[in-house]
């Protein structure tokens, strides 16, 4: 079945709307490519080493792709959207595919010696750990169809599954061991996956009730608070910098902290259950009253 399909064969304009919004960060890095160069990491201008930074670039969306899977679950119960579920393999499945192109970018740039990519992957830790990632997503990818689901049976299946969220963790860790000096965007990815884990608790800790506005706002603070502090805390014993910089510069806003783009980030989902209900709810019962009509 094409990915733009629904389960009657029908074309999904929503589905679709997705397929061709994952395929632009790569066809765009491609073209980029192709034209001699390479779009910096940082997304501003484009570099005279095109490999290396291809490579970046696809490896930073492969992260990105894993935390947009992650967040279709709160979008659904939050913005009660129960069709944006139907997006989730699709997006997973893309998040391995960067993985995957993310490698094959990294055995180019070493000149397809594959022994020494293999040594390299043994004795380096964070691309043993990026290669661990790259062998659990090719798991979940290769189990994520219907026929797997039911070889595997639902409670298996789910079980596996869940390797999604320390999968993402070692990506997340192999980001920030190849950021080295500069990690204001692993901190903010790392900081987008707290409050999603954030969110899993405090749902099951509701008993599965529906969060409050005012529960919802507690935890878009308390992931910017704690990524300020994980920041801190990177600086402070990874490089040296020391923490004291980081926590002074909070409120210099020439450089926004990672810390204000999570909480950013996890507040824009707060308004989303009173959009809902306020529109979304109301046109679905305005349209059932059409039709009773």
Known sequence: MYPW???TGKVSYLKLATFIGVLLPGLWAAFV?????APQPSGLGTSAMPVTNALHVIGDWSVRFLLITLAVTPLRRLAMWPRVITLRRMLGVTAFAYVAIHLVLYIVQQNYRLLFVASEIALRIYLT???VAFVGLLALAITSTDSAMRRLGGKKWQRLHYLAYPLTMLGLAHFFMQS????TEPVIMSGCFLWLM?????HRWNNEKPLLAWQLASLAIGAAVLTQLGEAAWYQFATGIGAER????VFDFHHVRPAWWVLGAASAFIPLPWIARRF?????VAARAAVAA
């Open 33 to 37: 490519w192709s034209m001699g160069q």
């Open 5 to 7: 399909l629904d389960r």
């Open 246 to 249: 980081i926590f002074n510069a």
């Open 198 to 202: 954030l969110y899993r608790l405090a």
């Open 129 to 131: 750990i990026g290669f």
């Open 180 to 183: 080295k000096i500069n990690v």
């Open 280 to 284: 979304w709810a109301a046109g679905r």
